[in-house]
């Protein structure tokens, strides 16, 4: 059933002078209902109570004379009517608060405000984290939160202003800026390595005792090579299984087996000899870690002055990362000088492993 209609109020030729009889503040109250899914949630974000957001959607949905929302006790919903007219008006709001930050911004002096960012909990540990002392210290006025988290993250509804993500976000509005190479790098404790050796092939896996990681869905997370200049992925059986990277990486530096882990957690144990890896002629295609952020002609000055920083400072720490296998395939090689020889696993099927 299509919604009730409102009779508008009589409206002039002009469709700019019939604009401006359109409250301003029903356009924004509206905006925060459609993003928020709320009008309490709408409310708070706009620092005002329910009603207030409720009479100014109300007053809004007179003057165009369509309902914009079907209202329920459970739920919040837009109609076609106000599906449409959300995605005519919602860039000019957010246009018209660039503009204003922008302004305040240029009119107050250095970058300031609050800034949300969001990143994989074992990237915003070890890189985001230790930068973010830096960063304070140069943009005193920029207040900084850092989430960890694991799931897809929505810019608009979740209020986010920066995304740290392990390869580039499929969104056309979202500008995906390379950070650094995103290397996989199977790794192991010198002890395992003199006990029981390495593999030299993805095939030998199979004679390994192997750390697994459980991702947030229930699956255990594949390892990825490339054999024959083709993609392979395989999910070797677990010795032990943990469903966060740090558990996984000290399980390892304990000698519990082995585990592939990304090259940005591992590169001060490999340097410092307490790792050792191998299969770096397997490693798989590179992803890339990104910086990740809305679409904007102008970007307010806090975004782009963090993104820029973050950027400068992780890519100064990147020639060290890309020296890691090198560094790795001669650790290997220290480690298995007075070892036998593994006997290989020929069978593919039994490695799980496929193209």
């Known amino acids: 059933m299509s919604p009730k209609s409102i009779d508008p109020p009589s409206a002039g030729p002009d469709a700019l002078a019939s604009s401006f009889s359109t409250s301003y503040a029903g356009v924004v109250a509206f905006v925060a209902v459609a993003t928020t899914g709320s009008f309490a949630k709408a409310g708070d974000r706009l620092g005002i109570g329910r009603s207030a957001v409720s009479r100014s959607v109300r007053k809004l949905e007179i003057q165009l004379g369509t309902r914009l929302f079907l209202r329920t006790t459970r739920s919040t919903t837009l109609t076609r009517e106000g599906e449409r007219f959300y995605e005519k008006c919602h860039p ?11 302004m305040r911004d240029l009119r107050e002096g250095p970058p300031r405000g609050e800034l949300r960012i969001v990143a994989a909990p074992e990237f915003g540990r070890n890189v985001v984290m230790p930068l973010l002392g830096g960063f304070r210290q140069r ?3 920029i207040a900084t939160e850092l989430i ?10 979740d209020r986010v202003d920066v995304v740290f993500h392990d390869g580039r976000m499929e969104d056309s509005q979202v500008v995906a800026r390379q950070l650094i190479p995103m290397q996989l790098l199977v790794c192991a404790a010198p002890e395992y390595a003199r006990v029981h050796g390495l593999p030299s092939e993805v095939a030998d896996i199979a004679e390994h005792r192997c750390i697994g990681r459980r991702l947030a869905n229930g699956r255990l997370a594949e390892w990825e090579f490339k054999v024959d200049g083709r993609a392979c992925k395989m999910t070797p059986s677990s010795s032990f299984t943990f469903n966060d990277w740090d558990l996984v990486l000290r399980a390892v530096l304990d000698g519990q087996g082995m585990a592939q882990l990304p090259g940005f957690m591992v590169g001060a144990h490999l340097r410092d000899g307490s790792l050792v890896s191998c299969l770096a002629h397997h490693q798989p295609d590179d992803r890339g870690h ?15 002055v963090f993104v820029d920083h973050m950027t400068e400072q992780i890519r100064k720490t990147d020639p060290q990362r890309l020296s890691l296998l090198a560094q790795a395939d001669n650790r290997l090689q220290q ?21």
């Not at 000019?92 to 922008?102: F, K, M, N, S």
């Open 92 to 102: 000019g709001v957010e246009r018209i608060t660039e503009a204003l930050e922008d």
């Open 139 to 141: 943009y005193p006025g």
């Open 148 to 157: 960890l988290a694991d799931h897809s993250t929505d810019f608009t509804s």
């Open 290 to 304: 990104y910086v990740c952020y809305l679409s904007r002609h102008q970007l307010p000055p806090r975004i782009r």
């Open 335 to 355: 480690a298995c000088d007075h070892l036998p020889s593994l006997g290989r696993v020929h069978d593919p099927a039994q490695a799980r492993c496929c193209a």
